[in-house]
């Protein structure tokens, strides 16, 4: 079991830059993938960006790639997403997530934080 919880959203300008945080507690964190999700007024979560369990190997979408980043430190159980050159349709809520899988994947993740929300004003 691992329990998730998010930090670091807020209200930014477009061109603007935040660091979102999510520390988990609980067993095996070294073990899990770690993914960021985001859900946008009335869309289906979206899949942002993943990175394995020994933070070797990270994969972000289409549409944050060259401006997110994606890191993670096992000793500290704490994943980030680092997001720059932020633009309007970046707002959403953030979710963290955990997934026991040892394959990458964009959805069905075991484990889920409450959300952290981040707009992005024009």
């Known amino acids: 079991q691992v329990q998730l919880v998010e930090s670091g959203g807020g209200l930014v300008q477009a061109g603007g830059s935040l660091r979102l945080s999510c520390a988990a507690s609980g067993r095996g964190f070294n073990t899990y993938i770690m993914g960021w999700f985001r859900q946008a007024p009335g869309k289906e979560r979206e899949f942002v960006a993943a990175?394995?369990?020994?933070?070797?190997?990270?994969y972000n979408s289409d549409s944050v790639k060259g401006r997110f980043t994606i890191a993670r430190d096992n000793a500290k159980n704490t994943v980030w997403l680092q997001m720059n050159n932020l633009k309007p349709e970046d707002t959403a809520v953030y979710y963290c997530?955990?997934?026991?899988?040892?394959?990458?994947?964009?959805?069905?993740?075991?484990?889920w934080g409450q959300g952290t929300q981040v707009t992005v004003s024009s």
């Open positions: 997530a955990a997934d026991r899988s040892p394959f990458f994947k964009i959805g069905g993740y075991d484990y």
């Open positions: 990175i394995m369990s020994s933070g070797g190997s990270t």
